[in-house]
């Protein structure tokens, strides 16, 4: 627990030194197949919806930017308040890292699932 409490406080330094509002009000997609298109909404400077599709949810969080790299840090799914609060299927908080390129963004680790930006 500790160590979440950590990675958001350095979470939270390098958000005050973003240039994340060329992101804020943008849409990102991402289509995983015919019927199936996850999507990253960034609300404002600092708050991001990340959507999957192949569970259908919502999850919440934080990003910063930082040059070309989009941080971002998942707090809570949209299914959250329905469990207790120890149970395995709240969502368990992680971070990971997007790559951006002009209109697209993607992992490092998988740089083959892009993410294209659309009007919002």
């Not at 992101?23 to 909404?41: H, M």
């Not at 934080?62 to 299914?79: A, L, S």
């Amino acid at each position: 627990m500790g160590r979440i409490y950590f990675i958001s406080l350095i979470f939270f330094v390098f958000l005050s030194c973003s240039s994340a509002s060329q992101l804020s009000q943008t849409k990102w997609e991402c289509k995983i197949s015919e019927n199936c298109l996850n999507y990253i909404a960034f609300e404002n400077d600092s708050s991001v919806n990340l959507y999957s599709c192949e569970v259908d949810e919502t999850v919440f969080g934080r990003y910063f930017m930082r040059n070309d790299t989009v941080f971002i840090y998942t707090k809570e799914g949209q299914y959250d308040d329905e469990f207790e609060e120890d149970s395995r299927h709240r969502h368990e908080s992680y971070s990971f890292c997007l790559l951006l390129r002009d209109d697209e963004m993607y992992s490092p680790a998988v740089p083959e699932m892009k993410y294209l930006k659309t009007n919002k």
